[in-house]
């Protein structure tokens, strides 16, 4: 009797962990954590997804880079998507190429999942040219409060090889509303 309890639990987290997306594939929703420094609220693959999210600006330069966390349960992190060379001005700006790639004119990015307690790699994903029309837009940024708020769309592919099975081979994430602090 025990095991059956045991059974029935394990199966209704599984289905509180993933939802399926319009496609019927499932996809792990986490926590968003800690959002004192920024939150971002959107779709990803169709289903609402939530983060903790903050920007740094890490030179002298007119841009940011941004990044946007999950977490598990026992707070440790799940997600991250990573962007950079953010003009810190209102405007519509092109997501394209790699995250390590600079002075390009576009803004770069990435996403990856993390497992076992946050600091061992999973998935690794690339931009996704082939994906959706991936932007970022800068709506407000105020230089006295250090604060950006914008939308985000962006999709990634999964490159190979795939460590988690749970985790699908294409990920979109759009209308991402965000607004997070710019800090040191």
């Known amino acids: 009797m025990k095991g059956i309890a045991l059974l029935i639990f394990a199966a209704t987290l599984g289905l509180i962990s993933c939802e399926d ?32 999210t ?19 349960e026992e707070g440790f992190r799940r997600e991250n998507i990573s962007l950079n060379e953010i003009p810190l001005e209102v405007g519509n700006y092109t997501i394209s190429g790699a995250f390590n790639s600079f002075n390009d004119g576009f803004v770069g990015s990435f996403y990856s999942t993390n497992r076992d307690d ?14 959706i029309s991936s932007s970022i837009t800068i709506s ?18 999964i490159r190979d090889p795939k460590i988690n099975p749970r985790n699908p081979d294409r990920v979109d994430f759009t209308s991402v509303e965000f607004s997070c602090k710019i800090i040191p």
């Open 21 to 52: 997306d319009d496609m019927g594939i499932s996809v792990p929703i986490y926590l968003p954590g800690d959002q004192e420094n920024g939150f971002a609220i959107g779709q990803k693959n169709g289903v609402t997804w939530e983060s903790s």
């Open 54 to 72: 903050f920007a740094r600006k890490p030179t002298d330069a007119p841009v940011v880079s941004m990044t946007l966390n999950t977490f598990s």
């Open 118 to 131: 946050g600091n061992l790699p999973e998935d690794f994903y690339l931009f996704n040219e082939s994906g």
């Open 140 to 157: 407000r940024y105020d230089s006295t409060s250090m604060t950006i708020e914008g939308i985000l769309n962006v999709s990634f592919a």
